[in-house]
């Protein structure tokens, strides 16, 4: 067949429109890419199929390739071409041979033939017709306005999901910001000497390890998110690993040391360590604990007293999972309570240490809320 059929409309085809509207360029040029497609169809073998060379339509209709492929995509996006590279409609809008066409010309022309009131019906004056193109081309425009309404509704919420994007990537800057203003100089330069002492020293005596700023931004994470800014928790970690000879470099034939932006580079890694997974699960005592804020300080300073008296291990071995429990107004001062991990701790305890204890903590507290008693208790 060397023709085919165009169709009523086709200059303003709805999904012709929205195509125009999407990759922005004339209707024009998206007509022409269409009736290209339309004669192509129309000579391939089968019918309706079609060959995409955008390269080759932009230069047979004067218009720009990347133009023609933005076209195209959109008719491949509206269902105006199936994958298969056809045309969707062109079963139900095209002949498939030159006799069907005859057939439907002759079987028109014998209607036209019939008697003269039908061909009178047919031919009144235009109220009919006339209202059956008005219904039609109403039905058309409000196809149209309501994909073009859709398609301007779709671009508004991909603006509006790009905006809360940046907004969401604004705020989590913001709150990475705040987070890392709650690390002073003076906590990173404490979670540096401890480090040093615990770890460096036993890698390096001669030389410490210093905070870089890609070292102070991993740190100051590792101390908010992992830590939960406890400086007890900060030294148990590097405890674990200055007990580690893997860590260390010491396992012959590993040839491998730790170093501090490893430590701190993930919590994975952090993970890893607290897990026992470089130490063969062989990690020194736990620090003792405290869950009342307002003594934190007092307690961390008692223990340091403890320390200076009778020794780090003596301090590990009788306070080791010891935890500070509660405190409570008695008469002019708090009372601390200790839970001790059994009976025989806490009368070893309270027979060499507990007045120690007292006394230190009188003194660390006495210009605040002045702590004046230590209560030794196990679990029932």
């Not at 209202?131 to 409000?142: A, C, F, L, S, Y």
């Not at 100051?220 to 674990?240: G, L, N, P, V």
């Not at 952090?270 to 997974?277: C, H, N, Q, S, W």
């Amino acid at each position: 067949m060397d023709w085919y059929r165009a169709y009523h409309g086709m200059p303003q085809d709805t999904k012709l429109k929205v195509v125009a509207h999407r990759t922005k360029q004339p209707m024009a040029s998206v007509l022409a890419v269409w009736v290209y497609l339309l004669d192509m169809a129309s000579q391939s073998n089968p019918r309706g199929n079609v060959v995409i060379d955008a390269e080759q339509i932009a230069v047979l209709q004067d218009l720009e390739t990347a133009d023609v492929t933005k076209i195209i995509n959109a008719f491949y996006e509206k269902n105006l071409l199936t994958p298969e590279n056809r045309l969707t409609a062109w079963d139900k809008r095209q002949y498939t041979s030159s006799t069907e066409r005859s057939k439907k010309f002759r079987a028109g022309g014998k209607r036209n033939a019939t008697s003269r009131n039908t061909v009178q019906r047919d031919a009144t004056p235009g109220n009919a017709a006339q209202r059956k193109n008005r219904e039609i081309k109403t039905d058309r425009d409000t196809d149209n306005r309501t994909e073009l309404e859709a398609d301007e509704d779709e671009e508004k919420d991909l603006e509006k999901n790009k905006d809360k994007k940046l907004r969401t990537r604004a705020e989590k800057r913001e709150r990475e910001r705040e987070k890392h203003q709650n690390c002073s100089a003076e906590t990173l330069e404490q979670l540096l000497q401890i480090w040093n002492a615990e770890v460096q020293s036993k890698i390096t005596k001669s030389h410490k390890a210093i905070l870089t700023t890609q070292r102070k931004e991993l740190l100051c994470k590792r101390w908010i998110e992992d830590f939960q800014q406890d400086i007890r928790a900060w030294r148990y970690y590097c405890e674990i690993i200055g007990n580690s000879e893997f860590c260390l470099g010491k396992v012959a034939g590993k040839g491998w040391t730790i170093d501090l932006s490893w430590a701190i580079e993930s919590s994975e890694h952090v993970a890893k360590i607290l897990e026992g997974g470089f130490s063969g699960g062989n990690h020194p005592p736990k620090a003792p604990a405290c869950n009342v804020p307002e003594v934190q300080q007092a307690w961390d300073a008692v223990l340091h007293a403890f320390q200076l008296k009778y020794g780090a291990a003596t301090c590990r071995s009788w306070l080791s999972n010891t935890v500070i429990t509660r405190s409570q107004w008695i008469c002019d001062g708090r009372v601390v309570t200790l839970l001790c991990p059994s009976k025989f701790s806490r009368e070893w305890l309270n027979i060499h240490y507990l007045a120690d204890l007292i006394r230190w903590f009188a003194d660390i507290t006495k210009n605040d809320a002045r702590v004046t008693g230590v209560e030794l208790i196990t679990e029932a």
